[in-house]
């Protein structure tokens, strides 16, 4: 039987998968599993606000993944408060701030080891497999590390979701802390540099937070994309940036798309971020998911069959989170049952972790009743081969939405849609896609249909 301890490490492995890095550091940090008891799980949760975000905003997710874990067993979570201890006073701050810690809990291993700096331990650059995909950006990472400040600067780091960004950004502050003990380092995400930035203008903190931000050496700042079109924290950011950049201390970036794709990023910190050197992270090849399973497998020594390995890396290609999600999966199900699961085990756990209705909880059919309703056409329409434009242009951005939303192939998208060609697909994606980056109107219509689809969630 699994403990308490191995069924929270797993489920967190499987909510990583579903919520942003940000959110899971500030509400899973110092959760464990007190008891388990008739099918309840009783979490235990540092003070009443986490209890109640979870409770409000993740109880689907949470029972969701420990379900998942212990194959359907429990059927209701209890959230319960114990009490730790009190919030530092400080600048009122969402970043990791785990020297509080008590010893005597069952915290992840993600969670645990995450000082102040934001650095979780568990990413270097030792535990990174390069391949083709990710050399030029490890190799720039490694550069940077070395001589921080000095060769490129900025550094910026692009690619899609689950490619290894975090890690080679934590990495970067990890090497730099072992080698330049020293210097400042700061790990943060944008999410939480806005939040932070709100809450400090709000509460009368701007200049601690100015003061804080702009006396690092070296600033890690995750997801820039999150800051497209939230002006104050852009401005606020620039500043930094100058203050930083103009004393050579070295800024690393990360985004999910090269700096020109962010959509409302005012024009000089666009100039900025294209300064330094750019460098994408494209997805693994083969052989590069084989090596990381590997590695991953000796780091849970776990010991898969080759075949399975093999079948595993072959399925799952283009995001090593889901990759290790499957593995995370595994191992639970072979600590549950006893026995190591058989190709068809493997492949439903590969299906429900993969496939796009897990992720978002939306099916094709409520995309398209959702697009209709709101442009007032029928779904019939949308499938038609009607050439007007009132219906063309909902169309399209049904298709787009399959493909952003729900991670559609192109000719699952031109099949779901009365079945056109993928290239028809394709064209559409890129045409909604660039106009997005000019047309106000379709980025809130794009924004309000969205507010449709998840509200019930
Ligand atoms: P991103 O920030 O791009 O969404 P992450 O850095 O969070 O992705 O990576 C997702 C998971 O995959 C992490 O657990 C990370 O350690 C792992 N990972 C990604 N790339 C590699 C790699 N090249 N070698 C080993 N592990 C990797
Ligand atoms: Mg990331």
Redesign the pocket.
């Known amino acids: 039987m699994m403990t308490n301890q191995q069924i929270w490490q797993a489920a967190l492995g499987e909510l ?1 998968l579903v919520i942003s ?1 940000a959110s899971f550091t500030t509400w899973f940090k110092n959760t464990y599993i007190s008891s388990i008891e008739n099918n309840k799980i009783v979490i235990c949760v540092p003070n009443a606000f986490t209890k109640t975000w979870l409770e409000k905003k993740y109880n689907k997710a949470i029972l969701k993944a420990v379900q998942n874990i212990t194959q359907e067993r429990i059927k209701e979570i209890i959230y319960k408060v114990e009490n730790i201890k009190a919030i530092p006073k400080e600048i009122p701050q969402t970043a990791p701030e785990t020297n509080q810690e008590p010893e005597n809990i069952a915290v992840t291993e ?1 969670i645990r080891g995450v000082d102040k700096s934001g650095l979780n331990r ?2 270097t650059f030792q ?5 083709k ?2 050399e030029l950006a ?1 190799a720039a990472c490694l550069a940077v590390a070395k001589q921080p400040g000095m060769v490129y600067n900025p550094l910026f780091i692009y ?12 990495a970067v502050g990890n090497e730099i802390l072992i080698k330049h003990n020293r210097r400042k380092v700061l790990y943060v995400s944008a999410e939480t540099f806005t939040n932070e930035y709100i809450q400090a203008v709000k509460r009368g903190y701007a200049k601690e937070f100015k003061d804080r931000y702009r006396s690092v050496d070296v600033l890690l700042i ?2 820039i994309q999150f800051i497209s079109g939230k002006e104050g924290t852009q401005e606020e950011f620039f500043h930094t940036f100058n203050t930083l950049h103009q004393d050579n201390r070295q800024i690393v970036i ?1 985004s ?1 798309r090269p700096p020109k794709a962010i959509e409302s990023l005012s024009s000089r910190l666009l100039s900025r971020f294209e300064w330094g050197m750019i460098a994408d ?1 494209g997805t ?1 090849d083969l052989e ?1 998911r084989i ?2 399973l590997e ?2 497998c000796k780091e849970k020594k776990y010991q898969l069959n080759d075949e399975l390995l093999q079948f595993i890396a072959k399925e799952v290609s283009n ?3 889901e ?2 999600g499957v593995l995370n999966r595994i191992i639970a199900y072979h600590q549950i049952n006893k026995l190591e699961p058989r190709k068809e085990d493997v492949k439903n756990i590969i299906r429900s972790i993969t496939s796009p209705q897990l992720k978002n909880n939306i099916t094709p059919k409520q995309l398209l009743a959702a697009v209709a309703e709101y442009f007032d056409i029928s779904i019939n329409d949308l499938l038609s081969k009607s050439r007007e434009k009132k219906i063309t242009y909902p169309r399209q951005i049904v298709m787009y939405l399959l493909r952003k939303e729900i991670n559609f192939s192109f000719p699952a998208i031109g099949q779901e849609l009365g079945g056109r060609d993928h290239t028809t697909a394709i064209h559409a994606y890129t045409k909604i896609s660039k106009e997005l980056l000019e047309d106000e109107k379709l980025r809130q219509d794009i924004e309000l249909l969205k507010q449709k689809l998840y509200k019930n969630q």
């Open positions: 990583e890095r993600t568990r990413y535990n990174f497999i390069v391949g995909s990710n490890n690619g899609g979701v689950g490619l290894g960004k975090t890690h080679l950004l934590q995750d997801d990360t999910d992270i693994p590069t090596a990381i590695a991953k995001n090593i989170r990759l290790e």
